[in-house]
Every structure is written in C-alpha cells, then in structure tokens.
C-alpha cells in the first residue's frame, strides 16, 4: 500500500517556515550558511521511502514500525522539518518479502524518487533488498537488529544507526547469565539463520565469560510440539536460554512447564517471540520470574526517563507497552524505538552535510558515517548509542528485564561497552 | 501470410519490441520489465510441464532454487565466475528434475501435485538445514564485484535487462520449437490421451520424464539467472508460494500457450503492482481477478484469444 503521510503544514506554513529561515539568517544566529541556502532553493518535501512490513509474517512488527515512523515524522515536521523542509513518509508494502522488498526498493528510487528509503525489519528483506540500493546508489537505513550490516555483506549505501545487532546483544547477554543465573547453559533455538546466530554469537561470548554451552537444541521451523526436544535438556543444566519466534511459542512455553512442573532451572530468553503479545496470555504463567532481554523495557521502569516518557506519549502507548486507546494491542516496544531514532539519525545527517537533493546523497551518508556519540535525548530515547562510521552499526545500552507480578521489571542495564565487539568491515574504504 | 509466418512474425516481434524498450521506458519500468521477464522464464518451463504435457505441479520452487543455489553457492564458496556458475545452477536443476521426475512420474494426478510438492518442502527444509553454507531463510548477497559476466557488468541496468531479453528469448524460441518437433506434438498428445498415446506405440513415461526435465532445467535457467541479476539468493524462492506463482501466472496466461506465460507474469506483476497502492488486501485482488478469469476466460488471457480470435496462435 502506498499513502503518503505527509505531515506538511500547507503552503501557508512551508512559507511561514521560509520566512522564519530567512529571518533567521538575516540575524546570522540559527542557521549556518548552507541551511540559508538550501531553504531558499527548495520547499519540497524530503522524501524518506518507508519499506513497511504490512503482510506477510512481520506484520504485527510492521504495524508498530509505522505507527512510530509516522509519530516521530510528525515531531520532526512540527519542531520544522529537515532544512526547513518537510518529512514525507512514502510507505510501500514488501509484504515481508525478499524479492518484492527489493521491488520496494527500485519503486522508492526510480518512481517515488525518494532521497532514502529506511525501515526494513526482517534479515532476508534487507538481504534482499541491498544489493538493488547500493546499485541504484539509494541511502537505505534499516531497523533491522540483523548483523548482516555488521559483518560486510552489504554496501556502502546500507547503514543501521538506530537499533543495534544480534551480535552485540547476545554477547552483552553472557556476563549477566554467567554472574547471575548459571555457567551451565542449554540453547534452545529454531533451526534456521536466526537461531544460528543466537547459537553462535552466545556460545562464543559465555565461554568467554568461564561458561559452557552444554546442549544445543535446534527446533525445525515447521515444529509445532516440542515434547519431544526437553528431555535432551541435560539435568546439570543451570539456565535454559531460550530464542523462540513465531506463533508456536506460546505452546513451546506451556509445554516447557508442563516438562518442569515447579522445579525448573533458571530461564533466559529473547522478548522478540513475545513481542506484540501479552505476557500475561493464558499458558504464559511458566515464564514468572524468568529473565528476558528487551531492547527498550516494554513497561514503564522506576528509573524511567523523561525521553522514554516523550516518546511513549507520542507513539500512543501506555505504561504497560499497549497502545493507549487498545490495553489488548501490544506493542513491538523492544524493537521499534529504531525507526524513531533513525529517523532522527537521517535528520541529523542531512543537516549536517547541508543535503538538498539526491546528487548529496553520498554526503549524507559521510556525514552519518563521521558521528560518533549519539547521547541520549528526546532523538534518543531507548538510551546513549556510540555509532562505528566503519561499520555502518550502532551500539547501545541492553536491558534485561524479569517478568515479576505480570509485568516485565528492570533487572539489568548492560554497559554500551558489554555490547562491542571487533570491527569486521570498513565500509568507508568503498567508492560511492 | 501462412500460420508459420504469422507466428514468426508475432513472436519475433514481441521480442524486437523488448528490445526496443531497453531504450524507450523510464527506469521504473525498465527494471520491473527486467524482473518480468526471468520470472516469465521460470513460468515458461512450468508452462512445459504443465499447458503442454498436463502434469500439474506444486513443486517447481526446487527447480528455480536449485539453479540459484547451483549458481550462487558454486561462487560464494568455490569462487566461480558466473559463466561457470550458471551452467552449474543449469545442471543442478537438470540432475534434481531427473531423480525427482524419475520418482514422481510413478503417480499421476492429484498424487503427482502431492509427492512434487512434498519434494519442494524438502528442498526448502534442506537449504535451511544447511544454512552454515546457504545462510537459510537470511540468504545472502552476490556481490555486485562478482557478478561480471565475461567482462559484462550484470548489475548495469542496460546488462541487466539485455541478459534477462536474452534468457527470455531463448527460453520462448526453444519452446516455439519444441512445440512444432515430433516431441511436443507427442507430449501435447500425452495430455489429451496418455492412453491412447501409449496404445499408439509410444513411451509415455519416457516422454513424460524428458518433460519434466526440460521444465524443471528451464526453471533452472531462471533461477540462475534471478540470483545473478538481482544479487540475492534466499530460501524464501524455495517456499511454497514460488511453487504457486507459476502456476498463477500460467493460468492467467494461458496454458499450453507461448505467450501466456510472458502475459500471465506481466499482468500480475502489475495487478500486485497497482492494486498495492490501494490496500494491504492486494493478494485478495489478485484471488478475485483470478477466479473471475477462471469462471469468464477459463483459457486464460492468450487462450481466449486463441479460442475466439487467433485459432493459429501456438
């Protein structure tokens, strides 16, 4: 689906906001000389291509993706746009869908002709859809938490400045695990790229810690029942760490409980197969006073900022991570505070290199490739970043939560420097 | 002008017009037609199996994966270029049609659509089991770098689109004539009489297994030539709904038509395309359109036309 969301104020106002540009200019205090410039040439819209999971399996993603793309699009427009022009949000649908992700793509650059396109959540869309915008020379920021930008496989043209990768999260993970729940970890994880990582990534980091993996259990993706898999768990296990996706993870909990009954050990696990659910579901009881890694705490904490609190309220979601006019309409809280703040990073990067049409957009993309420290602020809510310009990957703050009377508590914030890990790439060595 | 002229002419003349559109259609349009014509490919050797020999598969998602998979892990892993590699994604769908041709032709009908779909699921569980080499559902990209094609570079929109007029006409000359030799006229006879064709001395299985082999090798070509152009190779090609499209596109087409193929894959490409634009419900669009062609035009598209108008159509 197309719609454009423009959150313009009119004629009327672009022209206001020209007027209050040029008075800013004739007093020479708020706006550099490029910004003058850039606001006299144009009042068009900037246009940011949304490639949206709508359909498909990440819809329930793709719904909270939008809602806060359009919420932080209309703090950007209303506190002036980007070089005094406004946002346009041009969302399409990839249908979460590699091959039409990067139809997407082509559609955002040579038909919409969009100055970025941004958003992509699910690892074989961006996969896919890379290659098409490094060869169209499209700036394409994803909110994808894959470590595909990380690792090199992709291009110049690819960034991933607002959420941070698998790999940083998983490691960050194992210093908690090993201090606090267990040297002795069992891995339960679905048997495809996603699980591999986690199996991989995890392994590597709790032997670092003094820990040892001493089973990995991999579920097919078509599995529906999972009886069959606990007893492979060893009896000295000490903490069960567990990444499950998709719909059969509510069954995969009941029948883990129903295995352990009220002796279990302790239990780890990724909130991204409980996003947009309930964690007070029916068969969900098992998972009281277990750990969970969350990107952004879906509840409201104790020690809550004031930017969680700006950004929460713009969005429209409660204290509870539901929407405000919906209790049972859960959000992606853990995930989707990266289209907010990507979108952000773009706005910041287009000022910062004076970008005024697609011929800047190599600039844009040097600009965004020179920041550094992304402190935390109403642009930053989740938390201070540090960006590898190298890398093209930001890295952050992880928390861990403990689900305790129903709601998910803070236990844990991991430092920025848990989540570091060697550079695999230098993307600025690579022609535009 | 006799039908032989005639057809010549048609067909020689939609690809003339596609080259001509390499220079005369905005860029938008010119990467969709690129993308539009190896998928038309792909529903080319599905066509085979199934307008011309009768044999309804779910299943052909193995052969399009195996010859993208044949071409992209023989670069990523051995470092082939990608003359070698394709003819390596080529030979990958020849080897697969043949065991699975050799096993599924033992039944027919409804079992035939099961045991092919049945295999396509294992293909697709095999490239997520060995994801340590495929990168399962994830994929992963052929980089631009590699993908030069005795010094043509692929991902050149231009490169791009003559190579994807080049396997298309290929694939729609060697059917135009497979269609007019002896074979296609006995696997045509297959498909309305598999009895009487065998009572008539000839080896159906035989003729029905170099089918399958054709089709699957076609779907190959396509594949390869996806992963090539397009930079990505995936597990999703290997899912179920890439299995279905094909079939769509036939049925919209026109099974057992030359053409349907290109127009069935054209048309729905933009069905999808526009009716996107309006809502989330494009795939119900898609449905609506399809059943109203099954119940008004239920020859699809260019079988309509050869019922009604152009009884000389192939």
């Not at chain 1, 540090?386 to 430092?415: E, M, P, W």
Request: with cysteine; net charge negative.
């Amino acid at each position: 689906m197309s719609s454009k969301n423009e959150f313009s104020k009119g004629r009327r106002n672009a022209l206001k906001t020209l007027g209050l540009g040029a008075g800013a200019a004739a007093t020479g205090t708020t706006l550099p000389l490029w910004a003058r410039y850039a606001e006299a040439q144009s009042s068009a819209p900037i246009k940011v291509g949304f490639q949206a999971h709508k359909t498909g399996i990440g819809a329930a993603y793709g719904r909270w993706y939008e809602r806060t793309t359009n919420a932080a699009a209309k703090v950007i427009n209303d506190a002036g746009g980007i070089n005094g022009r406004p946002l346009e949000i041009v969302l399409e649908d990839d249908g979460t869908d590699p091959k039409r992700g990067a139809e997407v793509v082509e559609k955002f650059a040579t038909q919409h002709e969009c100055d970025v396109a941004y958003g992509t959540l699910f690892s074989h869309v961006v996969i896919g859809s890379a290659p098409r915008a490094g060869e169209l020379k499209l700036p394409y920021f994803v909110v994808s938490e894959g470590h595909h930008v990380a690792s090199g496989m992709l291009n110049r043209y690819t960034l991933q400045p607002g959420i941070t990768d698998v790999k940083s999260q998983v490691a960050a993970m194992a210093p908690f695990v090993s201090d606090n729940l267990g040297k002795k970890v069992t891995m339960i994880f679905p048997d495809f790229a996603f699980g591999h990582d986690h199996r991989d990534f995890f392994s590597a980091a709790i032997e670092a810690q003094g820990g040892e993996v001493v089973a990995k259990i991999a579920i097919p993706p078509t599995e529906s029942s999972f009886t069959k898999y606990f007893p492979k768990i060893p009896r000295d296990t000490e903490v069960i760490y567990h990444v499950m996706v998709g719909p059969a993870v509510l069954t995969f909990v009941k029948e883990l409980g129903e295995f352990f009954g009220p002796s279990r050990p302790e239990i780890f696990g990724f909130i991204d197969s409980l996003e947009a659910v309930d964690i007070n579901s029916p068969g969900l009881e098992f998972l009281d006073g277990t750990f969970f890694w969350e990107g952004n705490p879906r509840y409201a904490q104790d020690n809550q900022s004031e930017y969680d609190k700006a950004y929460r309220a713009a969005v429209g979601v409660d204290d509870n991570g539901a929407s405000v006019s919906d209790p049972t309409d859960i959000s992606t809280y853990a995930h989707m505070f990266g289209c907010w703040e990507t979108l952000h990073v773009i706005k910041a990067g287009m000022e910062a290199s004076g970008y005024a049409g697609a011929g800047d957009r190599a600039k844009l993309i040097e600009a965004v490739e020179a920041m550094t420290d992304l402190p935390a602020s109403n642009a930053h809510p989740q938390g201070a970043k540090v960006f590898n310009g190298k890398t093209h990957q930001v890295f952050g703050h992880q928390y861990i939560t403990r689900v305790t009377d129903g709601k998910l508590k803070l236990a844990h914030t991991t430092s920025i420097e848990d989540t570091l890990y060697p550079d695999e790439v230098d993307y600025t060595t690579q022609a535009f | 002008m006799t039908e032989l002229r005639k057809t010549m002419a048609l067909h020689i003349g939609l690809l003339l017009l596609l080259l001509a559109l390499n220079w005369l259609l905005p860029a938008y349009h010119h990467g969709n037609l690129s993308r539009i014509m190896v998928l038309a490919s792909y529903a080319i050797g599905y066509n085979i199996l199934f307008g011309y020999t009768g044999l309804l598969s779910l299943g052909h998602a193995m052969f399009f994966t195996a010859g993208m998979y044949g071409m992209a892990l023989t670069m990523r892993h051995l470092g082939w270029t990608p003359a070698p590699a394709i003819l390596a994604g080529l030979l990958s769908g020849l080897l697969l049609s043949l065991v699975v041709g050799f096993l599924a032709l033992r039944t027919s009908g409804v079992a035939f659509m099961i045991v092919t779909l049945m295999f396509a699921q294992a293909v697709f569980l095999t490239v997520l089991y060995f994801g340590e080499y495929t990168r399962g559902d994830e994929g992963f990209v052929i980089q631009q770098a590699e993908r030069i094609f005795l010094g043509i570079d692929l991902s050149d929109p231009n490169n791009r689109y003559l190579a994807a007029l080049l396997a298309f006409s290929l694939c729609l000359l060697f059917t135009l004539w497979l269609v007019r030799h002896p074979f296609g006229k006995t696997i045509i006879a297959i498909r309305e009489n598999e009895d009487r064709t065998r009572m008539l001395g000839y080896n159906v299985f035989r003729h029905k297994l170099t089918a399958v082999v054709i089709s699957g090798t076609i779907s190959a070509l396509a594949g390869a030539m996806y992963g090539l152009l397009f930079g990505y190779a995936g597990a999703t090609f290997a899912s179920v709904q890439y299995s279905i499209f094909p079939l769509l596109w036939v049925l919209l087409g026109g099974a057992g038509t030359i053409l349907g193929p290109f127009v069935g894959t054209l048309f729905m490409f933009y069905l999808i395309d526009l009716s996107s634009e309006f809502t989330t419900a494009y795939m119900l669009v898609a449905g609506i359109v399809l059943v109203a062609l099954t119940l008004f035009a239920p020859h699809g598209l260019m079988g309509e036309l050869r019922r009604r108008l152009f009884r000389w159509l192939p």
